[in-house]
């Protein structure tokens, strides 16, 4: 089969056009739509269906079922009830992980919002040259966090790193930054900020954007100054913007592994910057624990969900569609 | 006037800021590239923030030969043939089920979408493990396992079956194009396959050249899976071959920077060529959420 149908098509729209109008924004099935033949939804729908029966559902599923057992892949699983969860409770370096992944998430999702709204309000500008400003800004979205990673940790070193040159050039001491407990969070925070920066500005761009002038132009004739009318038509105007941005920065943050995985080779991560997903990957794919690794990966999906789950209820309250 | 000259100003002082800002930004870029350039004795031993005494692009060199029997080259060609997969699967099945459920009407539709929705906010770890059982499962007699594990396989197949991120963004594009040119193509007697693949294809191309470039970029940085999937040093990713290089060679930073440099080049030279639809991708699945 080869164009036909597009040109031929094109030839006489009206009257299909017309013929066909009736059928829009009905929802219904009518026997004019493109299709509702079974055997063509199956077709395009068949490969959707299958991942999602066969990589999301039943692995959602067997996983809980797996967090049920004890089971090295060698020997026959055994069943033990909840017993991997009643042991992530008292397990020492578990419960460090979770503390490192909240304390991550409660300081790198803020701080990466404000200062990406902060960085689209001073992008959001026509001049010469503001296309390659932003690029600069954008090109961390793009780098794998495993080959950034390697130059935050030669940034970080303690002797020969540029951060320790810069301390030691202004005359403050020195720090041990990722061999530090007290610094190394702190560092990979910064590492993740520097690298999501770009995605939320981008999404705030587009919000920003999509504010009418009218808007603006109307707040300024009231007398409003500028802060006002950040306050009172801008930041109202972008709240989905805000609301998008929010959710993906929470999920992927609960999901910080690659920049820990680099940061802390050769050997593992300490108790100060072991993260959930790190430990989940630790205990399944280096100690062939996948009950236990299993019961925590289901901690972490509840957690994430109850998070979603306030953060989607919260939105009536703050969030406001045009 | 003074209204003019205090805008004027105003944007002066803005503009540097951001460009100081920018600057700050690509320092680490900045720091890679010097480092890959100079001699180990140099990165140690020199003054603070000194250049390279010269180009020294050797470590490049020793960089890309640095393993036994294996190449950097290898590294690369493993991750462009993964993440070329990766995309083809993803633009292939991704615009199929989009253009199911942006032009044709069936019994759960809504419900369908909804839950393939909901899969983007469960943390791919949680089926880690029974991804790693399935594969495990698998039969594949050519590999040593006699399964899917330590093949590449299990890094690029399920591209083939849908994702939730592509089906959204092509379906949002879909949506957006009449109606009534797939209608008429319809009732010339066009079978729903040709109207797919030669009216909304072609049309949707902007939104397709988004998505592949993000299916590319996801599956040429990630680290988790091959990680977990690949054991021959054959079969590596760069990701994991610098991690790995990473443990092999502490402390040999010009040659850890020229390998890093050359893993992260191909994603900014695609960023900077293809930026319009980068930056479209994020806005449009962004916006619309």
Redesign the interface.
């Known amino acids: 089969?080869s164009?036909?149908?597009?040109p031929?098509?094109?030839g006489?729209?009206g009257r299909?056009?017309l013929?066909?109008g009736r059928?829009?924004g009905a929802?219904?099935?009518?026997p004019?739509?493109?299709?509702?033949?079974?055997r063509?939804?199956a077709?395009?729908?068949g490969?959707?269906?299958?991942?999602?029966l066969?990589?999301?559902a039943?692995?959602?599923g067997?996983?809980f079922g797996?967090s049920l057992t004890d089971w090295d892949?060698l020997t026959a699983p055994k069943f033990v009830g909840l017993e991997n969860y009643t042991s992530l409770l008292s397990d020492h370096r578990f419960l460090m992980a979770l503390r490192n992944t909240t304390f991550y998430t409660l300081v790198s999702v803020p701080l990466g919002l404000v200062l990406s709204l902060g960085?689209a309000l001073?992008?959001d500008?026509s001049?010469r040259?503001i296309a390659w400003?932003r690029?600069?800004?954008?090109?961390?979205?793009?780098?794998?966090?495993?080959?950034?990673g390697?130059?935050?940790m030669?940034?970080y070193?303690p002797?020969?790193g540029?951060l320790n040159?810069?301390l030691?050039?202004l005359g403050i001491q020195p720090q041990r930054w990722i061999a530090d407990p007290f610094w190394a969070m702190p560092a990979i925070i910064a590492i993740s900020v520097?690298q999501g920066?770009g995605?939320s500005t981008?999404?705030f761009?587009?919000?920003l954007q999509?504010v009418p002038q009218e808007y603006y132009d109307a707040a300024s004739v009231d007398g409003a100054g500028r802060w006002r009318r950040f306050r009172n038509v801008t930041l109202p105007l972008i709240t989905?913007?805000l609301f998008?941005?929010g959710?993906?920065a929470l999920?992927s943050a609960?999901?910080i592994?690659?920049q820990v995985?680099?940061l802390a080779?050769?050997g593992k991560p300490t108790d100060a910057t072991i993260t959930v997903?790190y430990w989940?990957?630790e205990n399944?794919?280096n100690f062939f624990k996948?009950g236990y690794?299993?019961a925590a990966?289901?901690v972490?999906?509840g957690i994430?969900?109850v998070l979603?789950a306030i953060y989607f209820r919260s939105q009536r309250r703050w969030v406001h569609y045009q | 006037m003074t209204s003019a000259r205090r805008k004027r100003l105003r944007i002066g002082i803005l503009a540097t800021v951001l460009i100081v800002g920018g600057l700050i930004m690509m320092v680490p870029f900045f720091w890679m590239i010097v480092t890959s350039l100079k001699t180990r004795a140099e990165v140690f031993g020199s003054a603070p923030f000194s250049l390279p005494t010269g180009p020294h692009f050797d470590n490049y060199l020793k960089m890309w030969n640095a393993l036994p029997g294996v190449t950097f080259g290898t590294f690369f060609m493993n991750s462009l043939k993964i993440a070329t997969f990766v995309t083809i699967g993803q633009v292939i099945t991704c615009s199929m089920a989009a253009f199911a459920f942006a032009t044709m009407s069936f019994r759960g539709k809504n419900g369908l979408f909804a839950v393939l929705l909901a899969t983007l906010i469960i943390p791919y770890q949680v089926v880690l493990v029974p991804n790693f059982i399935l594969y495990r499962v698998l039969p594949n007699p050519t590999s040593p396992s006699g399964n899917w594990i330590g093949t590449q396989e299990p890094l690029w197949v399920w591209a083939f079956l849908g994702g939730a991120f592509g089906t959204f963004l092509l379906r949002q594009f879909f949506l957006a194009i009449p109606k009534e040119l797939a209608d008429a193509a319809r009732v010339d007697g066009a079978s729903p396959w040709q109207v797919y693949r030669h009216i909304y294809m072609p049309l949707a191309k902007p939104a397709l050249a988004t998505l592949a470039i993000f299916s590319f970029m996801w599956s040429w940085n990630d680290l988790l899976s091959p990680l977990i999937y690949l054991r021959d040093l054959q079969t590596y990713t760069t990701t994991v071959g610098l991690a790995f290089f990473q443990g092999q060679f502490v402390g040999k930073w010009p040659e850890m920077m020229a390998g890093a440099l050359v893993s992260i080049a191909p994603m900014v030279i695609l960023f900077v060529v293809a930026q319009r639809h980068f930056v479209r991708g994020i806005a449009l699945s962004g916006l619309k959420g």
């Open positions: 089969m164009r036909t149908p597009a031929a098509a094109l006489r729209p299909i056009a013929g066909l059928d829009r929802g219904g099935a009518s004019r739509t493109i299709g509702s033949d079974r063509w939804v077709f395009f729908l490969p959707t269906v299958i991942g999602l066969l990589l999301s039943a692995p959602i067997a996983a797996i892949l960085l001073a992008l500008q001049f040259g400003i690029t600069a800004y954008f090109i961390p979205i793009v780098t794998s966090a495993t080959a950034i390697l130059v935050w030669w940034i070193a002797t020969g540029l040159q810069f030691v050039a520097w920066l995605t981008i999404i761009l587009a919000g999509g989905p913007s998008f941005t959710i993906l999920i609960f999901q592994f690659d995985y680099v080779r050769p997903v989940i990957y399944g794919f996948m690794a299993s990966s289901w972490l999906f994430v969900g979603t």
